[in-house]
């Protein structure tokens, strides 16, 4: 089992580009969720979905866009990239929803937005 | 608002001791909490959770108690080795929607 995989693990974008960052996880989990990172602060919650075709918003979801069209796959699309969205972005599955249930990250994809 | 609080960044310990990691929410809706370690350059990972039923749950080395009446909860690491050295963080979740809410995370440095 990979988990969850990310790509890229580094980018560089320019203000207003637009980019997708891959999130794929091979566990057959239900659930799957993006956090972003900013320096010093805890993880804070983007997006997140209950299963293939439903998602909805976290705490911080302004300037992004999520998609679940497979159980497997949860792309976190970024439009007219901002400084502010210079972040390390985590993406996360679980088999259950339940509070005591762990969530399995990914290493990360850390974005610089200049 | 910041839901969930570690108000330490730091903790230094000799390898060995006990290190004790503290966490102050403000909702008392929370219903679960966890505790995860991340190294650099990798994602965080799941310790240990502990119900706002319970007071105490145990992990081996790890142990996590919560006082609900004080908003308060720690994680207790005994003893204390070197590979602990990361950073931690706290977070709650309330009901069955999977949402955490971490606090900041307090960077635990084990000395040899």
């Known amino acids: 089992n990979a988990g969850v995989t990310q790509t890229p693990k580094f980018r560089i974008l320019k203000i207003g580009q637009s980019m997708t960052l891959q999130c794929t996880q091979d566990?057959?989990?239900?659930?799957m969720y993006w956090y972003r990172q900013d320096p010093g602060m805890g993880l804070k919650l983007i997006y997140y979905?209950?299963?293939?075709?439903?998602?909805d918003k976290g705490e911080v979801p302004n300037g992004y866009n999520v998609s679940r069209s497979t159980t497997e796959d949860f792309p976190l699309r970024l439009e007219l990239a901002a400084p502010s969205q210079t972040s390390v972005y985590f993406c996360?599955?679980?088999?259950?929803?339940?509070?005591?249930?762990?969530?399995?990250f990914g290493p990360g994809t850390r974005l610089t937005v200049t | 608002d910041q839901q969930v609080k570690q108000n330490s960044p730091s903790l230094s310990v000799q390898e060995g001791r006990i290190s004790i990691l503290n966490c102050d929410y403000t909702?008392?809706?929370?219903?679960?909490f966890l505790w995860y370690k991340k190294y650099p350059a990798e994602g965080p990972t799941f310790l240990i959770s502990?119900?706002?039923?319970?007071d105490k749950n145990e992990d081996g080395r790890f142990t996590v108690f919560l006082n609900k009446s004080a908003k308060h909860l720690s994680l207790h690491i005994v003893p204390s080795q070197p590979g602990d050295s990361a950073v931690y963080f706290c977070?709650?979740?309330?009901?069955?929607?999977?949402?955490?809410?971490f606090g900041q995370g307090t960077t635990l440095q084990v000395k040899p």
């Open positions: 566990m057959n989990h239900n659930y």
């Open positions: 977070a709650a979740t309330v009901g069955n929607t999977g949402k955490l809410i």
């Open positions: 502990i119900s706002s039923i319970k």
């Open positions: 909702n008392s809706m929370f219903d679960y």
């Open positions: 979905s209950v299963g293939a075709g439903i998602t």
């Open positions: 996360a599955s679980s088999y259950s929803a339940r509070g005591g249930h762990e969530q399995y």
